[in-house]
């Protein structure tokens, strides 16, 4: 069956290799790792950014809200549903500068060498001693092992009583998001890998 999301996936594959992963309840499109899409419940959003968000506001693209039990968080990311069933003139350079847009966020927080493991999504000063003394001394070893594993070594010195609160914050540190973005469906994988 032909669906919006795969119509999309179909127009940005024409264009770039993209990957899906599960993200905000819905599924997120990468290019080289970074996010500049997202299709949740047959809506269509993309990364804004510098001009490209005015440009999309000017086009009357709403802004996603993730929406949890308890809170919301609005998400630099704009509806172009209408834009990509209109086939609108621009949508290819739209979706284009939102890819550049990706790929510099993910270029600049990939710059590791100028970060402190509490300048990381969720991190503070105190986790990031706490992370010191479970041997996870700087930004480099704390993304090259899976959040479980970070989890497990602050478990180790520190005690098995840790709030399992840290994991998620590892892992949304590791995504570059807040913790209380996490799908649901990742917290429990991470759950059953610890």
Excluded at 17 to 32: A, L
Excluded at 49 to 66: A, M
Excluded at 141 to 160: I, M
Aim: aromatic letters at 10%; a positive charge; proline letters at 1%.
């Amino acid at each position: 069956m032909f669906t919006v999301e795969t119509g999309f996936c179909t127009y940005i594959e024409s264009f770039c290799d993209t990957e899906k992963r599960s993200m905000f309840g819905g599924t997120g499109y990468f290019i080289d790792g970074a996010m500049f899409a997202l299709y949740k419940e047959d809506r269509i959003y993309i990364r804004g950014g510098d001009k490209l968000t005015d440009t999309l506001k000017k086009l009357s693209c709403k802004k996603f809200v993730h929406v949890k039990k308890s809170t919301s968080a609005v998400i630099n990311y704009f509806d172009i549903t209408e834009l990509f069933n209109g086939s609108h003139e621009s949508l290819k350079d739209l979706i284009s500068e939102s890819i550049n847009i990706a790929r510099t966020a993910k270029a600049e927080v990939s710059a590791k060498s100028n970060l402190r493991l509490r300048d990381l999504p969720n991190l503070r000063l105190t986790i990031e001693r706490m992370l010191k003394k479970s041997g996870i001394a700087d930004v480099d070893t704390f993304y090259a092992l899976k959040p479980e594993e970070v989890y497990r070594k602050v478990q180790a010195s520190h005690g098995y009583e840790v709030d399992i609160k840290l994991l998620w914050m590892f892992a949304g540190a590791q995504k570059g998001c807040h913790w209380t973005l996490l799908d649901e469906k990742d917290k429990q994988e991470l759950l059953k890998a610890v």
